[in-house]
């Protein structure tokens, strides 16, 4: 695909304000985020994973099942405090 020549800050488009992991950058619902490329960008921390095609693969689910997971809970939560809101009993629906 050509990526050599690009900065990993490029290649992701992070800007560096608050710290992610690259478990979360894999959490991207998003074919071209991958450990593969993720080494590329790291290689001093990640090259040692792409050898073993299984791991990345199990690395990559994990991480959208684990953001999937989240916003469900999320989703659950809202629900409950929309559940327990009180609708005031002076209100005229009438009107």
Do not use: C, W
């Not at 290649?11 to 590329?40: C, G, P, Q, R, W």
């Not at 997971?69 to 559940?83: A, I, N, P, S, Y």
């Amino acid at each position: 695909m050509g990526n050599s020549g690009l900065s990993h800050q490029a290649y992701f488009n992070i800007t560096y304000t608050s710290f992610i992991s690259a478990y979360d950058i894999l959490s991207v619902s998003h074919d071209e985020v991958t450990v593969e490329k993720l080494a590329m960008a790291l290689p001093d921390v990640l090259t040692h994973l792409v050898d073993d095609r299984n791991l990345t693969q199990r690395l990559k689910i994990e991480a959208l099942y684990e953001a999937a997971l989240v916003e469900q809970q999320e989703e659950v939560m809202e629900v409950r405090r929309d559940e327990a809101l009180r609708i005031p009993s002076h209100i005229d629906y009438t009107a």
